[in-house]
């Protein structure tokens, strides 16, 4: 954390005082909040398809994803982070609109692989919903079939510039744009 | 939801549960409907269809050998199965010959990519009963088995390597020597997961007794696979309509026997899985040191049109028969392609087999059934 | 028991239902044999073959359903245990109305095999428990398998197409 606030980019925080002295950390409060923001994103365990797979093997023993501070969680009501792993079908895309909304405020979504990003591999499909930033908002897209574990590791790190780099205080009070709803039978128009 | 609840009359004391399709227990976009009287399930109804991307359909616009990269996704965690049968239909409906080293090393591949799916496979279980460590064991072998599969193909997951006629690429220097490597330090593994989780006896006094399946049951929902065998038939496409390279090799084909309990229950089936990868291991090592010299690729046309006929190439899958009935007209594209995977009816028999289990245990019946969602859903 | 053989003891026990079969090609000898059987006696025939010991086709595979633009066809790919064999069994239905009996008291697969179909193609199946929609979602319009099949431009307001970036480059 101290090499961080030392880089050349960050000129608003700082560490004051040595050991046992009693060390002052100053700085300003949306950088220090979005610094502890960035170090526990608890990403959405939604693996549809192929690159579910390689979440799973990205959070195992070798890319290990906890040192980032990022834990899986099964509810999306516990979560900051949507990775939407693999291939979303209409059938499905309704449930994805419906994880989305539950998820509480400031939230991101990762596109991973192709097929979330615009179909990729099945975009000829009849059933398969052609990118996922057609039904919620993307913030980071992540290319590949699937993506390699470095690949998520890197967008994970891109994710974490993306918080530090935002006026939190935007982010927790901003709506995020109505998306049109979902009618004819779906979900939502029912509820 | 609408559905399940308009289909049966729901009287005051029973509830209707919905469990998915995004569950991290139910392995992919899987949704059960379950209607239960507190504790106990009067029955999980499976409704699928949440993966469905109509590869059937993109086949019949594609030229034969182009389908092949979509064989991968039907099944991601053993797609060298999936391009095999493929190839396989494709080739019978060609009469083509496949060159016997690129046989041995579809089988070496094969073998390797059912370690690496049984390991996800008994892992996933256990950590559905609520163990973790054994299926972080579990990831962290098939990492290893990742390495050796990249440095053949380049591919970690989808691999599009078995291809029409024999297979893309041959071994690279010095593979053979780090398969065997990892077989020499798999098998003391073996030993350490059995100690770890085989015997365990939460999982045994989880398993033992539950989600019994007889074997008219089975044969009748059409299981196939370890899910088959565990319930107690001994049938196996490898030895019993033997393809590839199979019958040069000697291996167990291991059956269920009520190990902790009765015949068909879900602890039958684990124990199938983790007996099979040791009959792999056997395989591999019976593979590589009859490895023969040769192409690894048979002469091809280079524009396949097959004439006109129906050919059905089925093969033992981590999940049973994988099996893909093709149909030629005659010209460059297939005019229909189905995809018979195992683990679509595994999945349909879950209705029948969860009648009077407790709502706990559907998820050991799903786990013990390794259902993958793409295969049910292709 | 050889192909030719199934198809001879199909014939002496059904006559005329049983229509025209697969002459083995001698260059490919690894095609799926198939036979084709009048639809309305589908039940019966698939009740023969699993249950006759000399045949005891006991592991229905899959049922394969076709669109050849004039009519349907579906093929019953089924495996013996006993004899290590595979065959299809083949109807042919009318494209404008298709219709069948179920054979899922046989096999009880049948159930989900022939949701699919009715699913995908639109085959209707007479007496099954439970006819509805098994891949697609339940307000879906058509069925996609059809050779003729057209995609909806929308799904739940979602296009069904996408803009491709480089086409205005």
Known sequence: MVEEMNSPRVIEAGLEGGPGQGAVLWGKASYLLNLSRKHSLWYLLFATACCG??????????????????VFRASPRQSDLMLVAGTITYKMADRVKLLYDQMAEPKYVIAMGSCASCGGLFQKSYSVLKGVDLIVPVDLYLPGCPPRPEALNDAMMKMQDIILSEDWRRKMTEKTEPRPQM????????A | MENALNKQAVSDDLMILNMGPQHPSTHGVIRFVITGDGEVMQRAVPHVGYLHRGIEKLAEGLPYPSFVPFTDRVDYLAAMFANHGYAMAVERLLGIEVPRRAEYLRV???ELNRIASHLIGVGAMAMDIGAFTPFLHGIREREKLNDIIEELCGARLTYNYIRVGGVSFDFPQGLDAKIRAFLDTFEPLMEEFDRLITVNEILVKRCANVAVIDAETAKSYGLVGPNLRGSGVDWDLRRDLPYSAYPDFEFNVCLGRGFRGTLGDAYDRFIVRVQEMQESVKIIRQALDGLPEGEIKGKLPRKLKPAKGEAYGAVESARGELGYHVISDGTDKPYRVKIRAGSFNATSIVEHASRGLMIADLVVLIASLDVIAPEIDR | MHFDEIVARLRERFGDLVGEADEPDPARPSLLPGVFVRADSVTDVCRFLHDEPAMAFEHLS???????????HLAYVMTSYVHRQVIALKVKLDRDDPSIRTVEEIWATANWNEREIYDLLGVYFEGHSDLRRLLMPDDWVGH???????????YHEIPTTRENPLGKY
Do not use: A, H, N
Request: hydrophobic content about 25%; overall charge neutral.
């Open chain 1, 53 to 70: 797979i390689e979440m799973m093997q990205t959070g195992g023993p070798r890319t290990d994803l906890d040192r980032f501070g990022m």
């Open chain 1, 183 to 190: 009618g004819r039978g779906g979900i939502l128009k029912r």
């Open chain 2, 108 to 110: 070496i591949v094969s």
């Open chain 3, 62 to 72: 899959c049922i394969t359903g076709t669109d050849f633009k004039d009519s349907i």
């Open chain 3, 144 to 154: 996609p398998l059809r050779k003729d099949y057209q995609e909806q431009p929308d």
